[in-house]
């Protein structure tokens, strides 16, 4: 009886929906361009619920404004990783996976990154997708390292890849036999290393990819402690640790301009970012706040004020902004680095309540003409409008104080 009536239980199963109407309940034509080649992929589902799923994922290329992919059997043959900033990966919400901190991997097919909806509509996981570009990587690596008059060494290839081949600790790792390895990739097409001793000739190459007008991916650079990599945590008293906290602050900076295009002008003014050194070196965050729009402000070390007609009224460290209690800021949820919206604008008195880094006088002298300028400067733009080189003395129980927020590394 029991084989009965698992034929009867069959045949009052509801018949699986049809693409067109599944389409067509999502409001979407029927005649989407690549539609046709993927469904047999659709086809072969025999549920309903991964059908609707399916047609989820066709409803959001079609909304993101994403090109449809080729099937997977035409596809699997050019899918390929790559690596970017973790805010970047975060903007574009296409498949990412994070690799270390400020670093995300991706998978790419040509030059598109991969989204999620792809890899539901070709119904393969993403580990095996980006197990298999990394196949593909892999055997387009071949080829010894070039030894720099430096004495840096850097990747052959310069395919576009060479960054991504730092996910292949094969092509890199047997450089220096028992040595402290340190690496770069300041740009998609170059990866750089050299043994613990040649550090700052690392960041000297760095600094030349800068200068290339190489559109930066990460500055700051990475060390290799075990087999684990990591952005390189060089504290003091480290001959390398204001250097590397520069070009730290020089990929946050490039991650705020990038956030800067994105944010609602209804919800105030972006606080423009720049970089200043004290007397001993250290290079810190800078935010400039001017009176008048409610303020965005992003987690600087220090908060550069201005009254409405932009006269400077002093340089203060932002790790006291909340002495100010009368201004309660609003955090955004935003991608990238983390802003607060401030409205109002602090009094005099309210100022006085602050860590001072320098006064309006001394602030105004940063912002002179013939102030010196050497502070790096930020990805793709012009000299710094501020740097406390060469500006009046600080403050003598702030001389080499370690204002505002504490690196973490």
């Not at 790419?108 to 792809?118: D, F, I, T, Y």
């Not at 047997?174 to 990866?191: M, S, Y």
């Not at 075990?226 to 001959?239: E, F, I, N, V």
Request: charged share 25%; with cysteine; hydrophobic share 45%.
């Amino acid at each position: 009886m029991g084989f009965f009536d698992r034929f009867r239980s069959r045949a009052d199963e509801a018949p699986l929906p049809a693409l067109a109407t599944l389409l067509e309940a999502r409001g979407l034509p029927a005649d989407l361009p690549g539609l046709a080649a993927l469904v047999p992929g659709f086809e072969a589902h025999r549920r309903a619920e991964d059908r609707e799923v399916w047609a989820d994922a066709v409803a959001l290329c079609h909304a993101g404004g994403i090109p449809l992919p080729e099937p997977w059997i035409e596809a699997q043959d050019q899918v390929l990783p790559e690596l970017v900033p973790a805010w970047r990966a975060d903007r574009e919400g296409r498949w990412s996976r994070g690799f270390i901190d400020g670093l995300s991997q991706r998978i790419r097919v040509g030059e598109m990154a991969v989204p999620a909806a792809w890899l539901t509509l070709w119904d393969q996981p993403a580990e095996d997708v980006l197990d298999l570009a990394l196949d593909h990587l892999r055997n387009r690596s071949e080829g010894a390292f070039e030894r720099l008059p430096s004495g840096a060494y850097r990747g052959p290839w310069h395919d576009g890849l060479d960054a991504a081949r730092l996910l292949l600790p094969e092509v890199w790792q047997g450089l220096f036999k028992d040595q402290h390895p340190f690496l770069a990739i300041p740009a998609a097409d170059t990866l750089l290393a050299v043994p613990q001793i040649l550090l700052p000739k690392l960041m000297d190459e760095v600094g030349r990819s800068l200068k290339s007008g190489s559109k930066p991916l990460q500055l700051a650079v990475i060390e290799r402690i075990d087999d684990q990599l990591m952005t390189a945590r060089l504290q003091d008293p480290h001959p390398m640790s204001a250097p590397q906290r520069e070009l730290k602050h020089m990929d946050v900076i490039e991650a705020l301009q990038a956030q800067e295009q994105d944010l609602d002008p209804a919800l105030g003014v972006p606080a423009p970012v720049s970089m200043v050194k004290t007397n001993q070196g250290k290079p810190l965050l800078m935010a400039l706040w001017t009176e008048g729009a409610p303020v965005l402000l992003p987690e600087a070390d220090l908060i550069a004020f201005a009254d409405r007609s932009g006269a400077p009224l002093g340089i203060f460290s932002r790790q006291t902004l909340p002495r100010i209690q009368e201004l309660r800021g609003e955090g955004l949820s935003f991608w990238g680095p983390r802003r607060v919206r401030y409205e109002g604008f602090p009094t005099p008195e309210q100022l006085a309540r602050l860590e001072r880094f320098a006064t309006a006088e001394q602030m105004k002298a940063l912002q002179a003409p013939g102030g010196d300028r050497r502070a790096a400067p930020r990805p793709g733009a012009g000299p710094l409008p501020f740097n406390a080189q060469g500006a009046a003395p600080l403050p003598r129980h702030l001389q080499g104080a370690g204002l505002g927020v504490q690196d973490p590394n």
